[in-house]
């Protein structure tokens, strides 16, 4: 049974390989404006698209334990990978005491809303190895034709900011055009990093309809805790939000602000060693 001694004001926990996750929590807070959210970015270890599904286990547990351990009322993993091969693990480690949200289920309940025809998925390497979305596709939508494609190139791009760039006009198109994506009236973008270029997708495939988990998490999330009596009610900021990277990089600062809209204060935590590691950040940049 969920814990009873959480209070509605407590933070959310939520984490992903880098930034991509912020997509998740700018959706959260465009929903829920006045609650806390406590981000991990575990950019040391960016990308997880081409790590072992035990590594991915192992950091995903310690940035678990380490939400968890500054009281947040619910765990969202906002990155496919870690919720393809993390997920049951999180769960059955928390799940009994709050809830624990993937962004797997909520884009593919979206989906399902859609009633499609022909889907199209596009990941990191081992999101798309996992072979998750496919088999929840088919168990839902048996008559549902899928193409999976993996496009590992995407999350370095964006991480180093090539948005709305040419690099990234490249290579979108070199994916985008594959034969096998043609003929499809949805596509899937199984990567939370994605959804930052969702419009330059979207431009290069006019009649398809293109879907991320940001909102669909939030959504989901927003329902979960209001049923288990965990959603804030009050008209002001529970308190601060909290934004930690296991490793420090200026592009990660200067793009959070393109995500957010917003200058965050980053701190950097080595959960590793078990230590804060302070630093000076440099805000002179873009």
Not at 39 to 57: M, N, V
Not at 58 to 86: E, M, P, R
Not at 102 to 119: A, F, G, I, T, Y
Request: glycine share 6%.
């Amino acid at each position: 049974m969920p814990r009873s001694d959480i209070p509605p004001d407590a933070p959310i926990g939520v984490f992903d390989s880098g930034m991509g996750g912020l997509t998740v929590v700018r959706a959260i807070k465009e929903r829920m404006p006045n609650e806390r959210i406590i981000y991990f970015g575990d950019t040391a270890h960016l990308p997880y698209g081409d790590k072992s599904a035990e590594a991915i286990r192992h950091y995903a547990q310690t940035i678990a334990a380490f939400l968890v351990d500054k009281g947040v009322k619910a765990l969202v993993i906002a990155c496919n990978t870690a919720s393809a091969v993390a997920y049951q693990l999180l769960h059955e480690r928390y799940g009994h005491h709050l809830p624990v949200i993937n962004v797997v289920h909520p884009l593919v309940e979206s989906l399902r809303r859609q009633n499609p025809s022909k889907v199209g998925i596009i990941g990191t390497k081992l999101t798309i190895k996992s072979g998750i979305y496919p088999r929840l596709i088919r168990q839902h939508m048996p008559d549902v034709e899928v193409i999976s494609m993996p496009t590992p190139l995407l999350v370095p791009i964006i991480e180093e900011g090539y948005i709305h760039h040419r690099i990234s006009d490249v290579v979108l198109n070199e994916y985008l055009r594959d034969p096998a994506l043609q003929g499809i009236d949805t596509l899937l973008l199984a990567c939370t990093h994605y959804a930052v270029i969702k419009e330059e997708i979207q431009a290069l495939l006019p009649h398809v309809r293109v879907l991320d988990s940001a909102e669909p998490t939030a959504e989901y999330l927003q329902e979960v805790l209001q049923d288990r009596h965990l959603l804030y009610r009050g008209e002001a900021p529970s308190g601060e939000d909290e934004y930690y990277v296991s490793d420090y990089t200026h592009t990660f600062e200067r793009m959070s602000r393109y995500f957010l809209g917003q200058t965050i204060a980053l701190q950097q935590m080595d959960l590793w060693r078990n230590e804060s590691l302070p630093f000076e950040a440099d805000t002179s940049c873009g």
